[in-house]
């Protein structure tokens, strides 16, 4: 079943796009060199790929760390690492990121840090061939991939308004092109259509990006800026979740294609520090060349409603109610 806006998503795709995305997942990122040095820098999903090496830069430029991760011994080990390492300070929280109550409970900290956080990194993410559902009996890889990004930024924006410098930088993906037709906004949870590890993934990463449309709307002329980026052809771990053959094949021919993540961090850094793009808000990055997304991730109307929907979803609307009554 095609989304219900097809034929206004077909007549916006131009070859022209398509084309450019070709040509910048060619491109190295372009380096920042400017430390950053006592800057707090939160990471989640921060002992592996892209978020280890992404930690590794920000500390090897002076940046505390405050990283976001499920496993509490791989957490202790990164700390340990990189404060004897690079001398600078990494604390830790655990927190699973399929589940509504921990999602909140993490946000809810940070929300009361007495530390201004100068960049905020949502990195955490997941790829399941099989559908699951949480313990809140949400589709996992939503959740994990969105919901967990707008529950964080939801909870932290007024906070984040008031420091009137910040960045916020969600890794995104070229991956969100395979909701080539856009969200199905009624069945979120792939109940009537059949799931596919690739759509639920390109669900994802396109309701990031239409929730990126009016998170900037909130933080214009604030100082917040918030961005996408597509990390590039990278090798990560994500994936381990799934079956032996799925485990096998990654292994032994996706991987082999792929570059380190070590490319992902510099991106990642020159979005964070650089003076370059110290203004700009709003805008997908295939590493750090601005790209424009695919149609349906340029679409208004649906980035309003799916708001509404993770309001919903993510058991934000008393946090909405409470806001209100605070003003």
């Known amino acids: 079943m095609k989304n219900k806006k097809f034929a206004k998503y077909f007549r916006e795709y131009q070859w022209s796009n398509i084309l450019a995305m070709i040509r910048n997942n060619r491109a190295d990122p372009q380096i920042c060199t400017d430390d950053f ?11 592996s790929g892209i978020g280890y090496h992404t930690a590794r830069k920000f500390a090897s430029h002076g940046a505390n760390l405050l990283c976001i991760n499920r496993n509490l011994q791989k957490s202790e080990a990164l700390c340990y690492e990189i404060e004897s390492e690079f001398g600078v300070k990494c604390n830790y929280k655990i927190a699973d990121l399929s589940n509504l ?31 699951e559902l949480t313990s809140d009996g949400l589709e996992k890889v939503f959740v994990i991939q969105y919901l967990s990004t707008f529950i964080f930024n939801y909870i932290l924006k007024e906070k984040l308004k008031l420091q009137e410098k910040v960045r916020i930088i969600m890794v995104n993906s070229e991956g969100h092109r395979f909701a080539a037709w856009g969200l199905s ?41 918030i961005n996408a980026m597509h990390p590039g052809a990278v090798k990560t771990e994500t994936g381990q979740e799934n079956g032996p ?32 793009v110290e203004a700009v808000s709003g805008k997908f ?31 934000l609307n008393g946090h909405k109610q409470e806001m209100l009554l605070r003003n």
């Open 101 to 131: 109550k921990d999602i909140h409970r993490v946000a809810e900290e940070l929300l009361n840090l007495d530390t201004p956080i100068d960049v905020l990194i949502l990195n955490a993410g997941i790829y399941l061939t099989k559908k």
């Open 37 to 47: 040095n006592n800057k707090l820098v939160v990471i989640t999903g921060a002992t």
């Open 245 to 276: 053959v799925y485990r096998w094949f990654k292994r032994n021919f996706i991987d082999k294609t792929l570059k380190s993540p070590e490319i992902s961090a510099e991106a990642l850094y020159y979005l964070g520090v650089s003076k370059e």
């Open 185 to 225: 906004l009624d069945d979120l949870n792939w109940e009537r259509h059949r799931y596919s590890g690739l759509k639920s993934y390109g669900y994802a990463k396109l309701a990031q990006l239409l929730s990126m449309i009016v998170f900037n709307e909130h933080f214009q002329k604030t100082g917040v800026t």
């Open 285 to 315: 990055f295939n590493l750090t060349t601005e790209e424009e997304p695919a149609p349906p991730a340029l679409d208004k109307e649906a980035a309003y409603e799916l708001w509404e929907k993770s309001l919903e979803s993510g058991g």
